[in-house]
Structure formats: structure tokens, C-alpha cells
């Protein structure tokens, strides 16, 4: 296993020993997050254009590794309207495809669709949940702001290299690339002045995106998609963790 994909994973299941300690809100925003790495690596899985990164075994431990999580997690907040039924919907479109033959000269395009426009019912639900908790710390809604961008920016990348995919990949006046990008920057500074003791942590988060931020922002450049799942998916994990730290020290 790549040493990129072990931090990940280690990241993840660190996420995942701390979730008795968050928050449903925390709960309901990393709902969120994990959706868009799910369909990321998925994107980045059955992305018959890359055949370096296409049916590798990593990436779809990676989107089964979400997909896991996701089912945990919502298992927490079962009350809650809509999320039960569109992960459901989401594990079914997941299970369609995984049966599909894995052939580099095969397009997956309309089998993806219906996983995505199922994780966009699954990002509502979870989105609405979370709005109707109440506020959180300036602080820990910054920090779950700053992960859901990072989320959707990779999506939006790893959408490029699929035909009439990227509609469903981020909701509309969510951003380009651009806009995405300048929240992303804005959030960080604005985090620092919020927090100035968390400046470390934050910024080996940022130093993870700043190191595919060019190629993700310029088309033209070589496909870079599991650099992109890699340093954008640790980027995500780290400021979950740093969000429910964060939860953890406004609670006490």
C-alpha cells in the first residue's frame, strides 16, 4: 500500500475512534465530506481515460472505506429526514456499478450519474440537518467550511474527465474552480486570525492542497487524479479531526 494512501487511511479511522466525542452537527458535516470522497475515488476508480488509476485496488478500498463511514455515521443520526433513504439509494447505484466488467475501453458515465445525483439527494439532507442544529463556534464552522471546499473541489476536478458528469458533481452557485479556490484562501487566513494556536495543524492542511492547487486549477495539465485524492482527501481528514479538537475545547 502507497505511503499516501496509509495516511489517509490512518487519518481516517483516527476520524472514525472520534466520533463518540463529536457533535451531531460534526456528525452531519462529515456526512457531507465523506460523500464527496466517496464519489471522488469512485470517479477516480472507474476513470477508464486514466488506465494508471483505473479498478486500482487502493482507490476502491479508498471509496469503500467511505462508504463504510458514511453508513456509521448515519447511523448516529437516523432521526434526521431524507438520509437514511438517499444513502441507501447511494449503496444501491454503488452496488449496480461494482458489477459492471472492469474494462479500460468501457465508459462508465451513465452508470456514475446516478451515483452522483444520489450523493447530491445524500448532501442536501445532511446539509439541511446540519443548518437546523443551530450555530457552532466561529471557529469549527470555518474549519467544516474550508473541508466542505476542499471536498468539492476535488469532485469538480475528478468530474472533468467524464462527458456531461460535472452538473452533478457540485451543486449550482457552489463555484468554479476560481470561486472555490478563493474561499478555500479566505477561509485559511481567516481561520489564523480566529485561532492563531491552531496555525501549525492548519497549515500542513493548506500545504496538502497548495501542492495540487495549480494543476487542479489549469485544464490543460496532465490528469493528476489520484495525486489529487490523496492530497486533497488527507487535507479533509486533518481538518475534520481539527474541527472536533476544536469541538472538544469550546465544550470544556
Known amino acids: 500500500m502507497k505511503p499516501g494512501i ?3 487511511s490512518v487519518l481516517l479511522l483516527l476520524s472514525s475512534a472520534a ?6 452537527t460534526q456528525q452531519l458535516h462529515e456526512i457531507r465530506t465523506h460523500g464527496f470522497l466517496l464519489c471522488a475515488n469512485l470517479l477516480v476508480y472507474f476513470n477508464s481515460q486514466d488506465p494508471a488509476a483505473a479498478f486500482d485496488p487502493e482507490v476502491r478500498e479508498a471509496y469503500r472505506l467511505s462508504l463504510r463511514e458514511l453508513d456509521a455515521l448515519a447511523g448516529g443520526v437516523d432521526d434526521q429526514p431524507g438520509i437514511a433513504d438517499s ?3 447511494l449503496k444501491s447505484a454503488v452496488g449496480l456499478i461494482e458489477k459492471e466488467p472492469k474494462d479500460v475501453r468501457l465508459l462508465y458515465t451513465s452508470s456514475l450519474m446516478p451515483i452522483l445525483r444520489a450523493h447530491g439527494d445524500l448532501e442536501e439532507a445532511a446539509e ?9 463556534s466561529l471557529v469549527v464552522a470555518g474549519l467544516n467550511q474550508l473541508s466542505l471546499d476542499m471536498g468539492r473541489m476535488l469532485l469538480l476536478y475528478e468530474s472533468q474527465a467524464f462527458i456531461n458528469i460535472g452538473e452533478y458533481s457540485v451543486k449550482s452557485g457552489e463555484g468554479s474552480f476560481e470561486a472555490i ?6 477561509r485559511f487566513e481567516e481561520l489564523l486570525k ?14 496538502d492542497y497548495k501542492f495540487v492547487r495549480q494543476q487542479l486549477k489549469a485544464s490543460n495539465q496532465t490528469l493528476i487524479s489520484r495525486s489529487a485524492i490523496m492530497y486533497l482527501g488527507r487535507s479533509v481528514e486533518k481538518l475534520n479531526l ?10 470544556s
Open 242 to 251: 481539527l474541527a472536533k479538537s476544536a469541538e472538544r475545547k469550546t465544550a
Open 87 to 89: 444513502l441507501q439509494e
Open 6 to 8: 496509509i495516511l489517509a
Open 194 to 207: 480566529l485561532e492563531p494556536a491552531m496555525e501549525s495543524e492548519l497549515r500542513t492542511a493548506i500545504t
Open 128 to 136: 439541511n440537518a446540519y443548518l437546523k442544529m443551530g450555530e457552532t
Open 19 to 24: 466520533r463518540a466525542e463529536s457533535s451531531v
Open 181 to 186: 479556490d478563493q474561499r478555500i484562501g479566505s
